[in-house]
């Protein structure tokens, strides 16, 4: 039995284990097998072919992030839990566009701005800008196909499919390359003692 058809034949949880691992071929397998069940409901419900695509990118973009941050719960529901990032991502967009009752929420806005806690004083003001300093400190030392996924990303605002256009590889490439961008990120603050939340 090949390696591909083996990778092919594991549960999820195995596929994630090794994708945590760095075997970025497990996260193809899982992104195929689960791909039309997650854009079929986006489009069944937003019926745009450009917000679906758009949203089917960010729901798997927030996967990646989650998943390599550790904080991705092993409780053999993942294709619900994906499901649920999509649904919720969903919501975002009706806001965005005032279809639903809005939170105040700028164009400009992050959506992590919105999650502040309501008793955040100067000391954390403080750690969140120290963050952000550290983190432009460390983009600069990035390679640089990933430092321009991050600055497109984080500080342009675009989409997978613009960065994909803008730097000319497919949208699994700019994924890929964020992937990679994030945990670089980790070990270089490890190595400059830095703090920084990813």
């Not at 284990?17 to 689960?34: K, M, N, T």
């Not at 937003?46 to 729901?59: G, L, M, N, P, S």
Request: with cysteine; aromatic share 8%.
């Amino acid at each position: 039995m090949t390696t591909n058809v083996k990778t092919k034949l594991m549960s999820d949880n195995e596929l994630i284990e090794r994708f945590r691992e760095g075997d970025s071929a497990c996260f193809e397998v899982l992104l195929e097998r689960y791909k039309a069940k997650v854009y079929g409901y986006i489009f069944s419900v937003v019926k745009d072919k450009e917000t679906a695509d758009d949203i089917f990118q960010e729901t798997f973009y927030k996967v990646i992030v989650t998943i390599n941050s550790n904080q991705y719960k092993d409780e053999n529901k993942f294709v619900h839990w994906v499901m649920r990032i999509a649904h919720n991502l969903i919501v975002d967009h009706f806001r965005r566009a005032g279809k639903m009752p809005l939170v105040p929420n700028r164009p400009d806005n992050d959506v992590l701005d919105n999650l502040k806690m309501p008793d955040e004083n100067a000391e954390h003001i403080m750690m969140r800008k120290q963050t952000s300093q550290n983190i432009r400190k460390l983009v600069r030392m990035l390679p640089p196909e990933q430092r321009r996924v991050v600055i497109l990303r984080h500080y342009g605002k675009c989409d997978f499919k613009d960065i994909a256009a803008r730097t000319g590889v497919s949208i699994n490439t700019a994924l890929g390359r964020m992937r990679y961008a994030i945990i670089n990120l980790r070990r270089l603050a490890q190595e400059h003692n830095m703090y920084i939340e990813l």
